[in-house]
């Protein structure tokens, strides 16, 4: 459309009010909490952009669907319909359902992975990181030189380093890599797209050394939405075509539905491999439920395969990405450093450059996600070396991670322009305090997975 407006392609059935809070209290809430934001109660977040996983808005036709479900304990209405909907968008041979993409990656981690393995990707998540480190396994990321590079605005910066990854697996280390997994897109490097081409020839060097290649496949739409947008090749081809062909060059996958699902709950575990797939079920069964409804009801089944279908529509995924620009446009304008070009799911603020005299072990992305909420009651979430970086041991500091990044998410179909217009303001207001802001320290920690339990407080 040749509009400059952004329009939401849907209309507003159900609302829900938004809290709205005063500076004194945001001051209080956070406090309470020891300086972590997600220990904040909804009540007090007036727009969450914490995640977008699990927190988008379904369509009346998901809603619909929720009342068909059937709650069979085997063979369901409900999970004939999931089947068939992911059968044809993934092609995969067998379909496992689970709860969420994490307890794929433990049943995968579990049925996988021995002491020592290395699993090239281009970004692990943090949560597959942690998975496959729990399995004493080691991740490595092989991420594309542009992808490093924060600030180049190179079309594909999700893409693996194929030099790299070729290094391995001819490498004497080659015996210890059970797969190849690509994550699109490229959660932890920003939300930055992964090329056909890429995904081809990592199929190419995993049939070449005789590697399974596996894709961690949640926000599959995003990035088919900017190989359209991006990729000569496919300027033509049917978003749900890139989708399938996407899938279809590897062996199989995990996804979290909670993204490109549409779903508050779900996730999915798929191989083309017999063997593989009868060790996940009789995991399956041990930890998520029987293989027609893994960690789920027959309704959540439903509204799945309702949002499955309705991800892959032109309109939504150009207003989805469109929105993310205008607001990376606006913190561009507000003077704030950001990862270029915006991800396909959240503005990400690089906090290293934006407050370079707090060092990494004082956390400049949780200073900046802090002041974030206190300026506006906008949650965001640091993904720096609070959340990637390794504990220092006997008083040492801690190991930074390479970037110093905030997240702000935006959940699928929930905010409006006026919403981001919001945010805007927050950022700018956060431009004029940076000079204020204050790095952190750790009271308390956990050992896996610190940011989301750790108590901080401000250094003074
Ligand atoms: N892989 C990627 C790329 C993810 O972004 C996530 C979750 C997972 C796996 C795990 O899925 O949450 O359903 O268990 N990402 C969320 C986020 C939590 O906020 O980015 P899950």
């Known amino acids: 459309m040749d509009f400059e407006t952004i329009i939401e392609p849907f209309k507003i059935k159900s609302v829900e009010s938004l809290p709205i809070t005063t500076s004194d209290q945001r001051k209080e809430y956070l406090e309470r909490e020891y300086w972590n934001v997600f220990g904040l109660k909804s009540q007090e977040v007036t727009i969450d952009l914490l995640t977008d996983s699990g927190t988008g808005s379904m369509s009346s036709e998901q809603w619909a669907a929720i009342m068909r479900g059937d709650e069979a304990y085997a063979g369901s209405h409900s999970w004939q319909r999931f089947h068939e909907v992911v059968s044809e968008l993934t092609g995969y041979k067998h379909i496992i359902p689970t709860h969420q993409g994490r307890a794929s990656e433990k049943i995968l981690a579990t049925i996988t992975l021995k002491e020592g393995d290395i699993i090239p990707s281009n970004s692990h998540f943090d949560t597959t990181r942690a998975n496959f480190e729990f399995a004493n396994a080691i991740p490595v990321d092989l991420l594309c030189e542009e992808g490093l590079d924060l600030l180049s605005p190179s079309p594909f910066k999700g893409n693996i380093d194929l030099e790299k990854l070729e290094e391995l697996l001819k490498s004497e280390d080659s015996d210890k890599v059970p797969f190849v997994l690509m994550t699109i897109t490229n959660n932890t490097g920003g939300g930055q797209p992964v090329s056909m081409e890429n995904l081809k020839k990592v199929r190419e060097l995993c049939t070449k050394y005789n590697k399974m290649f596996l894709l961690d496949a949640c926000r599959f739409a995003e990035n088919a939405w900017f190989v359209s947008q991006r990729e000569e090749k496919y300027k033509n081809v049917e978003i749900r075509e890139i989708t399938k062909e996407a ?140 959340a990637f970086g390794v504990a220092g041991k006997n008083g040492q500091p801690d190991t930074p991670a390479t970037h110093e990044l905030v997240r702000l998410a935006a959940p699928r179909r929930t905010y409006t322009q006026s919403h981001f217009d919001y945010v805007g303001e927050v950022l700018e207001k956060l431009s004029d305090t940076k000079d204020k802001l204050k790095g952190y320290e750790i009271l308390e920690q956990p050992k896996q997975l610190r940011h989301f339990t750790a108590k901080l407080k401000p250094i003074s």
């Open 247 to 386: 899938f279809r060059l590897a062996d199989g996958c995990t996804i979290s539905l909670k993204k490109d699902g549409f779903g508050n709950i779900g996730g999915i575990l798929a191989f083309n491999d017999d063997e593989l797939a009868e060790a996940a079920r009789n995991l399956l069964i041990l930890t998520e439920g029987f293989p027609t409804y893994g960690g789920l009801a027959g309704r959540d089944l439903d509204a799945l395969a309702q949002g499955l279908k309705e991800i892959t529509d032109r309109n939504y995924l150009e207003y989805r990405a469109r929105s993310i620009s205008y607001l990376a446009e606006k913190a561009k304008n507000a003077g704030i450093p950001i990862v270029q070009p915006a991800g396909g799911h959240a503005l990400y603020i690089d906090a290293k450059n934006f407050v370079p005299d707090i060092p990494s072990h004082q956390y400049p992305g949780h200073s900046v996600a802090c002041e974030i909420y206190l300026i506006g009651g906008v949650r965001a979430v640091e993904l720096g070396t609070l």
